[in-house]
């Protein structure tokens, strides 16, 4: 799901002041919508957490798909970011890896600068981030030495009920048409703790995620050189 983040903060307008995990299960669309996708695993899910310090954060995700047969590939990614004054600025740096049924992923550094802000009552926030992108042990030339920009942001609303947050990354590949790849995941939840007659700590939300993608989708008889918009039916509790 999050093949590259970077990644959504979900809960990132509480975790400015605290520190905030979840887990999400997301039932893939793709092999429903289109033949082409039907190799895609059936469902994926996601460990979240990120935590605030006195210097800065720390942000980690994995993910596992899965299928029929059981675990398909497994994914992580971990940033560390380190404040640079009270302006939003910070230093970022980050490692990307894992492995599937295929191999393992090559593993991925990246650093830059991030910028950071939020509205006064932390409803919306965003993050900017511009990184050099190291990539090990492909065999592909000139790949290694690469570049990402991302953006992230959350916004809260209806009195809490509603949380649209999500991830846009663009980096460097001369591997795919164009030497681009692009991802981005939005995600859309209903927090039922923030309706009427719910109980405030049952802290369960209902919502899909949308992969859009350019260059990214790979598969049997599927091209990476498209794009592709595939949804998720999902569920997500908060701790």
């Given at each position: 799901?999050k093949k590259s983040l970077l990644l959504v903060f979900a809960m990132i307008g509480m975790a400015f002041t605290?520190?905030?995990?979840?887990?999400?299960?997301?039932?893939?669309?793709?092999?429903?919508?289109?033949?082409?996708?039907?190799?895609?695993?059936?469902?994926?899910?996601?460990?979240?957490?990120?935590?605030?310090?006195?210097?800065?954060?720390?942000?980690?995700?994995?993910?596992?798909?899965?299928?029929?047969?059981?675990?398909?590939?497994?994914?992580?990614?971990?940033?560390?970011?380190?404040?640079?004054?009270k302006k939003g600025f910070a230093a970022h740096i980050e490692y990307d890896g894992g492995l599937s049924k295929?191999?393992?992923?090559?593993?991925?550094?990246?650093?830059?600068?991030?910028?950071?802000?939020?509205?006064?009552?932390?409803?919306?926030?965003?993050?900017?981030?511009?990184?050099?992108?190291?990539?090990?042990?492909?065999?592909?030339?000139?790949?290694?030495?690469?570049?990402?920009?991302?953006?992230?942001?959350?916004?809260?609303?209806?009195?809490?009920?509603?949380?649209?947050?999500?991830?846009?990354?663009?980096?460097?590949?001369?591997?795919?048409?164009?030497?681009?790849?692009?991802?981005?995941?939005?995600?859309?939840?209903?927090?039922?703790?923030?309706?009427?007659?719910?109980?405030?700590?049952?802290?369960?939300?209902?919502?899909?995620?949308?992969?859009?993608?350019?260059?990214?989708?790979?598969?049997?008889?599927?091209?990476?050189?498209?794009?592709?918009?595939?949804?998720?039916?999902?569920?997500?509790?908060?701790?």
């Open positions: 799901m605290t520190s905030a995990q979840n887990i999400q299960l997301h039932r893939d669309l793709g092999n429903v919508l289109s033949d082409k996708l039907e190799d895609r695993p059936t469902l994926t899910s996601t460990v979240e957490m990120f935590k605030p310090d006195s210097w800065g954060n720390t942000f980690f995700f994995v993910d596992f798909d899965y299928a029929h047969s059981g675990v398909q590939s497994a994914y992580w990614e971990i940033s560390r970011e380190f404040n640079l004054g295929f191999g393992s992923y090559n593993n991925a550094y990246l650093i830059g600068p991030a910028f950071n802000g939020h509205s006064a009552d932390f409803s919306k926030t965003y993050s900017i981030q511009l990184m050099y992108k190291y990539i090990q042990g492909s065999k592909y030339r000139g790949i290694h030495h690469n570049w990402q920009l991302t953006g992230v942001w959350s916004t809260t609303f209806a009195k809490g009920a509603c949380t649209f947050s999500g991830f846009a990354d663009l980096w460097h590949d001369n591997t795919v048409s164009g030497n681009l790849i692009f991802l981005s995941e939005p995600q859309f939840w209903v927090n039922l703790n923030a309706l009427k007659g719910v109980n405030k700590k049952f802290n369960l939300s209902l919502g899909t995620e949308v992969e859009i993608s350019s260059n990214f989708v790979y598969g049997k008889g599927v091209s990476n050189n498209r794009s592709y918009v595939i949804p998720t039916a999902a569920a997500k509790w908060t701790f």
